[in-house]
Every structure is written in C-alpha cells, then in structure tokens.
C-alpha cells in the first residue's frame, strides 16, 4: 500500500496522545496547579487534535470528513471518528473538574480509560478488518495499536512528571521497560506473521478455473501504470525493508530502553528518548503501509500479495 503521511502522522500522533491521556486519568501524574494543568490538557488535546486533524488530509474532500460519522454501524472508520470526539469532549470536562473539585469516582475513570483505548482499538480495526490485505487481517494487528500508545504515553508521562519536578520511583521505570519489551515483542512477532503470510486468494480461486490447470494471466490487463497500482501495489525492496525494521526497533525499542534502564529522571533526557521514540514509531507505521498489498495486486500479476 502506498503509505499516506498524513495517516502516519494521524495514527503515531493521536495513538500517543490517547496512551498518554490513559495515564493521566488513571492519576500517574498529579495536576496541582494551574499551569500544570494548562501544560498536561494541551499535550494532551494537542497530540490528538493534530494527529486527528491530518487525517482529513487523506480526504478527498476534508469538509465532508464529519459525514462519515454517520456510518456508525458497518464502519470503523466512523466508530473511531465518534469515539475521538466523545473522548476529547469528556477529557475536557475530566480536566476541569479534577482540578477544580479533586478526584472523580474510580468507575467514571476506569470508564474513560476504557473509552480511550477503545478508540485505538477502533482505530486499529479501520485496518485490521480488511481481509483484502492479509497481514493487516490478523489479532496482532490492534494488539500491536494499543501497545505503542500504551508504552510511547508511558513514556511521555514520566517526561512531563520530571518536568513538574514530580518524583519518579523505581517501579515506574520497571513498568515502562517491560512495556517497551512488550511492545516491541508483538510487533517482531507482526513482523514475523507478514514475512510467513500468504494470501488464499490467487488467480485460480478468483476465476474458479484451478480444476483444469495452472491459471496465468495472457496479457497484463493496462498497458501503463494505473491508480490502483500506485496507491494498492506499492513495493518496497526487501533489503530496505529489513534495514528499516532495524532503524525502528533500534530508535523505538532500544535506545529508550537501554537509557532507561540507567534510571535517568533528567527531563532533557527523557525528551531526547521521547523524540527518538517518535522517530522509530515513525518509521514502523511507514513500513505498516508500505510492506501491505491490497489483494487486487494480484489481478495485475503480483503472486506475492500479502
């Protein structure tokens, strides 16, 4: 699949600023006056305001983006679309009261929580529903989603903690490096499934014609490079495939872990892995699209479509 920067940048941005928002609620950061709370809200509203935002850029027309929430019942795009939009709103009335009257009951938490990542969830499912391309449609594929915004928010919420000068105990740490251990396993894992994946479809179960011999196309069916070509048949050479997956294990999963392992609480530090992480996750959703094949490949003589 041809990867859109726009939905790169929706998916890593907004998945941070979900995973992060989980953290908050759950209560890992203390919000004790008024710029601490200026500073967490807009993190917070700006990492999945922005990633929201670009996502429209993907659209053909972006001023009929808020149609799709209409099609609540058959899609996950629209789920995920009114999901963002409940959230958010409930995140700012979270806010406001928490600072203003203390602590909300612990059920109206764990409720928001729970809509927060099923949001991600949602999100995961635009893509892992689709059976047309088949290393999107598997398990891991929303697990891999929620796993990244769960670890990278970690990650994020223990910056901000050393920046209000908040106290960042061992147990933080060890939760935040077997959170990146996690992650980074399911997504290896992933990585595993593509590379062994094959799709059941080929050109004899669409034309039903395998009974009676091997089915080869006699002529391609365009004589130049269409739009589902481009944008479904998208190929990256493997030797760059590999080396890619390298760069974002070694920039999302790595380094941070290995400088976290020192148990640094420098607030410059924890920014800089923050930042790299970003760059790593980066990387990795390029490569989410980039390596897929949408299985109408094989109609223009792609026998590899996975």
Same mark, same amino acid.
């Given at each position: 699949?041809?990867?859109?920067?726009?939905?790169?940048?929706?998916?890593?941005?907004?998945?941070?600023?979900?995973?992060?928002?989980?953290?908050?609620?759950?209560?890992?950061?203390?919000?004790?006056?008024?710029?601490?709370?200026?500073?967490?809200?807009?993190?917070?509203?700006?990492?999945?305001?922005?990633?929201?935002?670009?996502?429209?850029?993907?659209?053909?027309?972006?001023?009929?983006?808020?149609?799709?929430?209409?099609?609540?019942?058959?899609?996950?795009?629209?789920?995920?679309?009114?999901?963002?939009?409940?959230?958010?709103?409930?995140?700012?009335?979270?806010?406001?009261?928490?600072?203003?009257?203390?602590?909300?009951?612990?059920?109206?938490?764990?409720?928001?929580?729970?809509?927060?990542?099923?949001?991600?969830?949602?999100?995961?499912?635009?893509?892992?529903?689709?059976?047309?391309?088949?290393?999107?449609?598997?398990?891991?594929?929303?697990?891999?989603?929620?796993?990244?915004?769960?670890?990278?928010?970690?990650?994020?919420?223990?910056?901000?903690?050393?920046?209000?000068?908040?106290?960042?105990?061992?147990?933080?740490?060890? /939760?935040? %490096?077997?959170? +990146?251990? @996690? =992650?980074?396993?399911?997504? *290896?894992?992933?990585?595993?499934? &593509?590379?062994?994946?094959?799709?059941?479809?080929?050109?004899?179960?669409?034309?039903?014609?395998?009974?009676?011999?091997?089915?080869?196309?006699?002529?391609?069916?365009?004589?130049?490079?269409?739009?589902?070509?481009?944008?479904?048949?998208?190929?990256?050479?493997?030797?760059?495939? /590999?080396? %890619?997956?390298? +760069?974002? @294990? =070694?920039?999302?999963?790595? *380094?941070?872990?290995?400088?976290? &392992?020192?148990?640094?609480?420098?607030?410059?530090?924890?920014?800089?892995?923050?930042?790299?992480?970003?760059?790593?996750?980066?990387?990795?959703?390029?490569?989410?699209?980039?390596?897929?094949?949408?299985?109408?490949?094989?109609?223009?003589?792609?026998?590899?479509?996975?």
């Amino acid at each position: 699949m041809h990867p859109a920067w726009s939905i790169i940048f929706f998916t890593t941005l907004s998945g941070l600023g979900f995973g992060f928002s989980t953290w908050v609620v759950f209560g890992f950061i203390e919000i004790r006056n008024i710029f601490q709370l200026i500073i967490t809200a807009g993190f917070t509203f700006c990492l999945i305001g922005s990633g929201l935002l670009s996502s429209t850029l993907h659209l053909g027309h972006p001023e009929r983006a808020w149609r799709a929430l209409s099609q609540w019942r058959s899609s996950w795009l629209s789920r995920e679309g009114i999901l963002s939009v409940l959230v958010l709103t409930a995140l700012t009335y979270w806010f406001l009261y928490t600072f203003r009257y203390g602590e909300l009951p612990l059920l109206i938490n764990i409720t928001l929580m729970t809509m927060i990542l099923f949001t991600v969830y949602a999100t995961a499912m635009i893509y892992a529903s689709l059976k047309t391309v088949t290393c999107w449609n598997q398990f891991l594929t929303p697990v891999c989603y929620l796993m990244f915004a769960i670890s990278g928010g970690m990650l994020a919420i223990t910056w901000l903690m050393s920046i209000f000068g908040q106290l960042i105990t061992s147990s933080t740490f060890q /939760i935040l %490096l077997i959170l +990146i251990l @996690l =992650t980074w396993a399911f997504k *290896i894992k992933w990585w595993w499934n &593509l590379d062994h994946s094959q799709s059941e479809s080929n050109l004899a179960t669409a034309t039903g014609l395998g009974k009676f011999g091997k089915v080869r196309s006699l002529m391609p069916p365009h004589t130049s490079e269409n739009y589902l070509q481009k944008e479904m048949g998208f190929v990256v050479a493997r030797k760059h495939a /590999i080396k %890619l997956r390298v +760069i974002s @294990l =070694t920039l999302g999963g790595i *380094i941070p872990f290995a400088t976290i &392992l020192i148990g640094t609480s420098s607030s410059l530090l924890l920014g800089i892995i923050l930042f790299i992480h970003l760059a790593g996750v980066f990387v990795e959703r390029w490569l989410f699209f980039a390596e897929a094949k949408h299985i109408v490949s094989l109609y223009y003589g792609d026998k590899t479509s996975v």
